[in-house]
């Protein structure tokens, strides 16, 4: 007959010399105790962290242990999820042999994959921030192209634009009576005139 009140004795002190730091004993009846699981460090130090409470069934290891989650640090609920379903299945694949020390390294493991990914995800919203960048930047240089046609309709309207300057100011210093029109400024105001003298001969 299995003497299954020693059996968890024995994994309870083994479990105590394992993790010293992160084992802790909550109640003796029934045996319950928590185990605090850290992730190795991510690229910028940054960890992931969750704490397990198992508590043993009175027949455990022929039966699954109770287990939950009391605390967890930087894990998004999905996170949470996954790593319940890890100790179901754990516990199911391992039931008639002590299994804490195999949960605990398989929740070990799933942490530091998810420290992973946070580095993946930071690196791919990175990614993309600089492509949205590049992206605007592209089209803030990316104006009209020049063609023949579009260069063309811009000069006529610059002159026309340049003529109607020279124009106003003209007549502004008319008015103002500082000087007679010389033959240039005459000329530039009316491109007619350079014909006019030879019209009026032919007449």
């Known amino acids: 007959m ?5 059996e968890q004795r024995n994994e309870l002190e083994a479990l105590e ?3 010293p730091d992160s084992f802790t004993v909550l109640s003796e009846k029934p045996r319950t105790f928590t185990i605090t699981v850290t992730s190795e460090a991510g690229e910028n130090d940054e960890t992931v962290q969750t704490t397990l ?3 043993y069934r009175e027949k455990y290891p022929d039966e699954t242990p109770l287990y939950e989650i009391v605390s967890q ?15 179901e299945q754990q516990a199911e ?9 195999t949960l605990v390294s398989a929740v070990q493991e799933k942490l530091n994959e998810i420290v992973d990914q946070i580095k993946t995800r930071r690196e791919e919203e990175k990614k993309q921030k600089e492509r ?4 605007e930047e592209k089209q803030r240089f990316h104006g009209t192209p020049v063609t023949i046609e579009n260069f063309l309709n811009w000069k006529a309207k610059f002159d026309a ?3 109607e300057i020279k124009r106003k100011k003209m007549k502004e210093e008319e008015q103002a009576g500082k000087n007679k029109l ?3 400024q005459l000329f530039e105001m009316d491109h007619n005139l350079d014909t006019s003298d030879i019209q009026f001969l032919e007449e």
């Not at 299995?2 to 020693?6: G, I």
């Open 93 to 101: 694949e391992n039931l008639g042999m002590v299994m804490i020390f």
């Open 161 to 163: 634009e340049l003529l």
């Open 17 to 19: 010399s394992i993790y």
């Open 73 to 87: 640090e930087n894990l998004d609920d999905n996170d949470v999820m996954d790593i319940i379903k890890l100790l």
């Open 53 to 55: 409470k198992f508590t």
């Open 2 to 6: 299995t003497d299954y009140s020693e």
């Open 132 to 135: 949205e960048a590049e992206e």
């Open 182 to 184: 010389s033959g240039k």
